[in-house]
């Protein structure tokens, strides 16, 4: 995304990296900036008025999420079946 924005000569700005998808929408709500997040994460701010959602047409980088599972500890049928279809979409 810092990429996306210096290609289209943004004035300074500042990226901001938070955990919490909560806190990304509070600091969105309280005109802090904007986000790139899942419709589904959105979806009733939106539907409330609370966020807009801003159309565009830039490609993102890829990014990469890690896994980690213990292979010989037992694990519930929720967790197989995220394994699974994490494998499949790769």
Known sequence: ???TLA???FP???????????AIKQAVMSG???????YITVKHEVEKG????M???EGFEP???YVLVKSKKWQSPAVQKFIELTLESI
Do not use: V
């Open 7 to 9: 290609n289209h000569k």
């Open 50 to 53: 609370l966020l807009k959602i």
């Open 32 to 38: 802090l900036g904007f986000a790139a997040l899942p």
């Open 55 to 57: 159309e565009h047409n």
């Open 1 to 3: 995304m810092r990429d």
């Open 12 to 22: 300074q700005f500042q990226i901001m990296e938070l955990w919490s998808l909560e």
């Open 63 to 65: 990014f990469y999420s």
